[in-house]
């Protein structure tokens, strides 16, 4: 059996108040909708689920309505033009991660946590800290800070959002008005402080109102968001710069990058261990602070944060046979109940780690001829033989109206046949890969 050297001592101190050269990253999801499409009930009733698993400072969401009287305005139309955004519903998560539609996977809130979990962990190299909104004047401040030394935001803005809650039974976290500002951050440690204020407009309810201010590159890209909604007392995060879905060689013992704890709320005593959902045999889950002190993953070892204070870990994993082990670092005390950071590691090579090994599989080309008429070709390039992948094709309402299946794909490019369904009106369409975070594309069908 092997062993790995294990240091306990009553409170592990070691590595408090040390520096972290990051922060927890707050996913911004944006809900492009109307109040006359049905599909973005849907919409709506799926984004509950991430809401429910999640507090105000790992994800926040926004609602943009366009074609809906007295929830929409020409700025907030211009967020639509600014994503590009034609079917609805379209929710955009940090201004990358597109999901549209209302077909599978979105009722139940499958597709939004898929894309949640990309960024549940993630590092941000800024922090945003609000100081003062006044929910009668709209008077919105905070500060900016960039904690990563090696990160440059070049042409980076911050957008300030406006948005009021529960407008009626139907409607909340809408946005209201917008603003914009260039943000200037040079220097590691460097702070920008703003201070913006919306108008307020006398029929919105006070009581009702909050902000958003997030931080969006030119590509779209958004770094780093926050909001006036109130935080849990007991508030602790993780992060980290590196994958948690792993990729090991086999027979290769395992020391991670260090991932960071953030007590993000009051001081708490907490216990900590490795939990194992499944894993080959053979396999030890251990972890190591970064005093070099070691401890046997199964034993619960106390911890002591403070308000702000953080501390890091790394895996030290004992590898066994091959194929795939899924675990998590489990942090937990009677105030806080249990937080979880998951991790996943896949042998190189197994069968089990082509969905970690492969990010985009599959990448959807321009469909020919454009209108279309009784039929058109569309091209699918793949970067490995596929069995099946599945087209969906949703009508201007983000109603998915028609699906068809590619088989045997080979490496390279592959042209594939489509028929409209009798069924359908001319009109505007858009096809996506099914499953795919990828925006859809669209075409214009001319009988």
Not at 20 to 35: H, I, K, Q
Not at 142 to 157: C, D, H, T, Y
Not at 274 to 282: K, M, Q
């Amino acid at each position: 059996m092997k062993y790995i050297s294990l240091v306990l001592t009553l409170l592990l101190l070691g590595s408090l108040y040390a520096v972290a050269p990051y922060v927890p990253y707050t996913v911004l999801a944006e809900d492009f909708g109307s109040n006359t499409c049905g599909g973005c009930v849907v919409a709506w009733e799926g984004l509950q689920v991430p809401l429910s698993n999640t507090h105000n400072g790992e994800f926040i969401l926004a609602k943009l309505y366009t074609q809906s009287p007295g929830l929409t305005s020409p700025i907030v139309l211009d967020r639509f033009d600014y994503y590009e955004v034609i079917g609805l519903p379209a929710v955009i998560f940090n201004g990358k991660i597109r999901v549209n539609g209302s077909g599978e996977g979105i009722a139940d809130g499958s597709l939004y946590n898929a894309a949640i979990n990309q960024f549940r962990y993630s590092s941000s190299p800024l922090s945003m800290n609000v100081t003062n909104f006044s929910t009668t004047t709209g008077a919105f401040s905070g500060n900016i800070v960039k904690v990563s030394p090696a990160v440059e935001l070049p042409g980076a803005k911050v957008v300030y959002y406006l948005l009021e809650d529960n407008i009626s039974a139907a409607e909340t976290k809408v946005v209201r008005s917008i603003l914009y500002e260039d943000l200037n951050l040079t220097d590691v440690r460097s702070s920008f402080n703003f201070n913006k204020t919306f108008t307020i407009d006398p029929t919105w309810n006070p009581a009702n109102l909050w902000a958003i201010a997030t931080v969006q590159l030119p590509d779209k890209a958004i770094v780093q968001s926050v909001s006036t909604l109130p935080q849990p007392t007991h508030n602790l995060r993780a992060a980290m710069d590196w994958n948690n879905n792993i990729i090991g060689l086999p027979n290769i013992d395992y020391l991670s990058q260090p991932f960071w704890v953030f007590n993000q709320g009051v001081a708490d005593n907490y216990t900590m261990h490795i939990e194992v959902d499944s894993a080959p045999d053979g396999w030890y889950f251990n972890y190591c602070d970064e005093e070099g002190g070691c401890y046997t993953g199964s034993m619960d070892v106390p911890l002591i944060l403070g308000a702000g204070e953080t501390t890091a870990f790394h895996l030290n994993l004992i590898i066994g046979d091959a194929g795939v082990a899924n675990f998590r670092f489990v942090i937990s005390s009677p105030n806080l109940g249990s937080y979880s950071i998951p991790f996943r590691y896949a042998m190189e090579g197994s069968a089990n780690s082509d969905d970690v090994l492969v990010e985009m599989p599959l990448q959807l080309g321009s469909m020919y001829p454009n209108p279309v008429n009784a039929s058109a070709a569309l091209t699918l390039r793949s970067n490995k033989n596929v069995a099946v992948a599945n087209i969906d094709v949703f009508n201007i309402k983000g109603q998915k109206v028609q699906s068809l299946s590619a088989r045997n794909l080979v490496q390279g490019d592959n042209s594939i046949s489509f028929s409209p369904a009798s069924s359908l009106p001319n009109g505007i369409y858009f096809y996506k890969l099914s499953g795919s975070d990828a925006p859809a594309l669209k075409f214009i069908l001319l009988k």
